[in-house]
Structures are given as structure tokens and as C-alpha cells.
């Protein structure tokens, strides 16, 4: 006889899968905000800085290959999680193309940012007028600096991991079918 647990019965008017919602609503988010964020980064550098900042900014034609592909990837996630929502089975797909898509990029970015700090460093301690003269002297500076690096690189990390792990490692998204 198979009976199913009360525990395990769906709530009423809900199916027994609400995943696809979460991680859905989720990619769509950090789309929506890559998107956002990496328009803003483009308005911010055409506007300008100063001197000192843009001895840090990688050149114009690497600036634009970055914003290529961070906002192919972000419309990818976008893509996927739209497609997850609505129970598509290309959703695993769209999802195991973006993780590792995704992953190089992170990989990329925290080379990049890796190879700024020598910069920054040099900068801090030749230019009296630079915004980060003295950071190489106060060791709170320097572990703001790399709290802040972490920060920022660690949530770059963990969406794609996760979607290579959930997609990939333990199948799910195999039977999606468009809801009725």
C-alpha cells in the first residue's frame, strides 16, 4: 500500500516542487542586478575619475569585453531562471551552459583584481595626492581591502557552483515539464 506521509503531502493548492521557484526568482534577481550594475560601471568610467584611478582601469577594448560578456552571462541567467519559472525543459540546459560560462568570467575578474593590487599597492606608497596614500601602512586598511575583495568575489562564485552541483551533479531539472 502506498500512502504518502502527511508530512510529505504538498500544501494545498501547491505542488510538491517549489525549487524551481526559488532558484528562478533568484537568477532572475541577480541578473536584473548584473544587468544593472554593469551599466552603471560603463556610465561611471565614461563619466571619468581621477588621475590616480584611472592608472587602475584595464584598457577600453578589455573594458568592452568584459561588459560583453558579463552582460551575455547576465542574460543567459536571466534567460534560464525565466525558463525554469515556467517549468521549461530547457531551463537545465540554459543553466549548464551559464555555470561554467559564469565560472571563467569569476575566474577571469579576480585575476584581473589580483593584478590591480600590485598597482594600488605601488600607487599607495609613491603618490602622496592618491586616495589610497597610507593604506599600506594601517594593517585595518589592508584587511578592509581584502574583506571587501572577498565579498565581492565570493557571491560570483557560489550561483554558478551551486547550479553546476544542482543541475549537473544531482540531475534536477531532468523532468521539467511546463506547468498545466
Known amino acids: 500500500m502506498n ?86 525543459p530547457l531551463a537545465r540546459r540554459l543553466y549548464m551552459v551559464w555555470s561554467p560560462f559564469a565560472l571563467v568570467l569569476w575566474l577571469i575578474g579576480a585575476m584581473m583584481m589580483a593584478a590591480t593590487l600590485p598597482e594600488l599597492g605601488a600607487q599607495a606608497r609613491t603618490d602622496p595626492t592618491s586616495p589610497f596614500a597610507g593604506a599600506g601602512r594601517n594593517p585595518g586598511v589592508l584587511a578592509v581591502t581584502a574583506g ?4 565581492a568575489l565570493l557571491p560570483g562564485l557560489l550561483l554558478p557552483g551551486f547550479c553546476l552541483v544542482w543541475f549537473g551533479l544531482l540531475g534536477k531539472g531532468r523532468d521539467l515539464a511546463p506547468r498545466p
Open 3 to 88: 500512502t504518502v506521509s502527511p508530512l510529505d503531502a504538498p500544501l494545498p493548492g501547491r505542488t510538491q516542487e517549489n525549487w524551481p521557484n526559488v532558484i528562478g526568482w533568484i537568477s532572475v534577481g541577480f541578473g536584473a542586478l548584473g544587468v544593472v550594475g554593469s551599466i552603471c560601471s560603463q556610465v561611471f568610467t565614461a563619466l571619468g575619475q581621477s588621475p590616480q584611478m584611472q592608472v587602475l582601469q584595464p584598457s577600453p577594448l578589455v573594458r568592452g569585453l568584459s561588459f560583453g560578456a558579463g552582460m551575455l552571462s547576465t542574460i543567459l541567467l536571466i534567460t534560464a531562471g525565466v525558463a525554469l519559472l515556467l517549468r521549461h
Open 148 to 151: 571587501i575583495a572577498s565579498c
